[in-house]
């Protein structure tokens, strides 16, 4: 199995607080994306969160304080990374931002990265590759280099990267005025 990183230690300085505890249908965004990544059969499902208490989540998820969140992206993904088992052969990484995201995607990109384990895996879209991503090992540690407010963009687009197409996810949440237009 592969396991879930979930990214959501963010601030939501542009949303007025943590996107993660954003309430979409009765449930918190990270909660939401906890059970979408348990669903598509990741196991653990590590979620990144900030200085803030995220309320219980699902048992078999593991908690993660980023206490330097402030950094940016690249922290929360090096405190995912370095929590994950030892074993691990690959990781899955998204964010709690998009509300497009559900079980039956991870599940195709899933699917596709198990065609060739040692090839990166990613959802293309807005003219190029992003998040949610499966990484294997073999890049573990360019993971753990990155600093500031840097995904592993750069990563997937230097590597031969398979794509799976998701136009859906362009869309993210990072005003009131994005949450706004999917909450209609």
């Given at each position: 199995m592969i396991p879930a990183i979930v990214l959501a230690a963010g601030s939501g300085r542009r949303m007025?607080?943590?996107?993660?505890?954003?309430?979409?249908?009765?449930?918190?965004?990270?909660?939401?994306?906890?059970?979408?990544?348990?669903?598509?059969?990741?196991?653990?499902?590590?979620?990144?969160?900030?200085?803030?208490?995220?309320?219980?989540?699902?048992?078999?998820?593991?908690?993660?304080?980023?206490?330097?969140?402030?950094?940016?992206?690249?922290s929360s993904i090096r405190a995912g990374i370095l929590a994950l088992p030892p074993a691990s052969e690959a990781a899955l990484i998204l964010a709690v931002d998009q509300p497009a995201v559900n079980a039956d995607l991870l599940g195709q990109l899933l699917a596709l990265a198990a065609k060739d384990p040692d090839r990166p895996a990613a959802c293309a879209y807005g003219e190029s590759l992003g998040i949610p991503a499966v990484l294997p090992r073999r890049l573990f540690k360019d993971l753990l280099e990155l600093r500031g407010d840097c995904g592993a963009k750069s990563i997937l687009l230097r590597e031969n990267t398979a794509s799976l197409s998701f136009p859906e996810g362009a869309l993210d949440l990072d005003t009131p005025e994005d949450l706004d237009r999917i909450r209609c």
């Open positions: 007025g607080g943590p996107k993660a505890l954003l309430v979409i249908e009765g449930e918190t965004l990270l909660h939401r994306t906890v059970r979408t990544a348990i669903s598509a059969g990741c196991n653990p499902v590590i979620a990144v969160v900030g200085d803030w208490d995220p309320g219980p989540l699902d048992s078999s998820a593991i908690l993660v304080h980023n206490r330097g969140a402030a950094e940016g992206m690249a």
